[in-house]
């Protein structure tokens, strides 16, 4: 069973179209929900940290949220620099008792000048 | 430029046979992870360690074996190796042992092909 759930899968944009990527987790004892980018070809690369439902954090056209169960990354008036996969992470303690951080599949944007 | 080097960064390779991928953290970085790609199973933790010793493990086969040196660089070993093993092999490091809170930095990956 998939702990972290992305969607959708793929995204296509028109540069300066905006939209919201989702990310739903089912851990229990969530201790952080992470955005990282990663270009083709590329390791990912940290974008933003929340902790508590209700958190927001921005960073140029991103922003990202917090509920209970999901984030969502809204993107504003996206550009094709913008283009990339976008993965979601959830940290949480797992049976072992330590700490886990587990990826979703991720959601590949497009955007199109 | 995240500071992890990762080599090689593509190796092919036969089934049956044994790899080593070579992982040099950031400076200062006590923690190394290993991470799979492929394109259906997205990133799969494998294994964490701290400091030279094993912190956590993930989805990491009994052909697969990792180590942290004293220098802090880290080596996965494959060994008999089947086609499904094809995938980038990210790895990621932070300065403490609690993932950095969240925030890992990632090598450019070793892309390993078995034929």
């Known amino acids: 069973e998939d702990q972290v759930t992305q969607s959708p899968e793929a995204l296509r944009l028109q540069e300066g179209e905006s939209s919201s990527l989702n990310c739903s987790y089912t851990?229990?004892?969530?201790?952080?929900l992470f955005w990282y980018r990663q270009d083709p070809g590329k390791g990912p690369e940290f974008l933003f940290t929340?902790?508590?439902a209700g958190e927001e954090k921005e960073k140029e056209r991103l922003k990202a949220t917090l509920t209970k169960k999901e984030s969502f990354l809204h993107i504003t008036a996206p550009k094709p620099e913008d283009s990339a996969t976008y993965l979601c992470?959830?940290?949480?303690?797992?049976?072992?008792?330590?700490?886990?951080?587990?990826f979703g599949k991720g959601t590949m944007l497009l955007v199109s000048p | 430029d995240s500071g992890v080097t990762q080599t090689p960064k593509h190796l092919i390779t036969a089934t049956g046979q044994r790899v080593t991928l070579r992982c040099s953290p950031r400076?200062?970085?006590?923690?190394v992870y290993w991470y799979q790609q492929s394109l259906d199973q997205g990133l799969q933790f494998l294994i964490h360690?701290?400091?030279?010793?094993e912190r956590a493990k993930g989805n990491i086969l009994e052909r697969f074996s990792a180590q942290q040196f004293p220098d802090l660089h880290s080596e996965l070993n494959l060994s008999s190796l089947e086609l499904g093993d094809s995938a980038l092999y990210f790895c990621?490091?932070?300065?403490?042992?609690?993932w950095g809170a969240g925030e890992l930095f990632f090598g450019e990956g070793s892309r390993l092909t078995v034929l």
């Open positions: 851990v229990s004892g969530l201790r952080g």
């Open positions: 929340l902790y508590s």
């Open positions: 400076s200062g970085d006590l923690s």
């Open positions: 990621a490091s932070s300065v403490d042992w609690e």
């Open positions: 992470a959830v940290k949480y303690v797992g049976n072992s008792g330590y700490s886990t951080l587990t």
């Open positions: 360690y701290y400091n030279g010793e």
